[in-house]
Nanobody, 122 residues
Framework: RVQPVQSGGGSVQAGGSLRLSCVASEMASTKYTLAWFRQAPGKEREGVALATNDGRMSITDSVKGRFALSPDFRKFTLSLEMNSLLPEDTAIYYC????????????????WGQGTQVTVSS
């Protein structure tokens, strides 16, 4: 069973930076997708960014230019560098994994990390 393990996150003031990392070392797949989602209180889970091990990456428009992905495909790792953070970025962030090439849609990911709180104060 694949169990993504997350690290990083925490609290920061607006304009600050945080880094999240996810390792899914049990993937054992020639094709896979790692992604980051987030869920703010009272809101639906939102896709943030995605990377496939054939090199495809995408970042949702609301964070484009502020967030960046750093994949290490040999180590089944995907890090999310979050800069110029805003209070509306406050959410629980989840890493997700799939043994296929999939889209940034939560329903397409069977494996999920434990979630990490990111809090941005104004």
């Amino acid at each position: 069973r694949v169990q993504p393990v997350q690290s990083g996150g925490g609290s920061v003031q607006a304009g600050g930076s945080l880094r999240l990392s996810c390792v899914a070392s049990e993937m054992a797949s020639t094709k896979y997708t790692l992604a980051w989602f987030r869920q703010a209180p009272g809101k639906e889970r939102e896709g943030v960014a995605l990377a496939t091990n054939d090199g495809r990456m995408s970042i949702t428009d609301s964070v484009k230019g502020r967030f960046a992905l750093s994949p290490d495909f040999r180590k089944f790792t995907l890090s999310l560098e979050m800069n110029s953070l805003l209070p509306e970025d406050t959410a629980i962030y989840y890493c997700a994994a799939s043994k296929w090439f999939v889209r940034l849609n939560a329903d397409e990911f069977p494996y999920w990390g434990q979630g990490t709180q990111v809090t941005v104060s104004s």
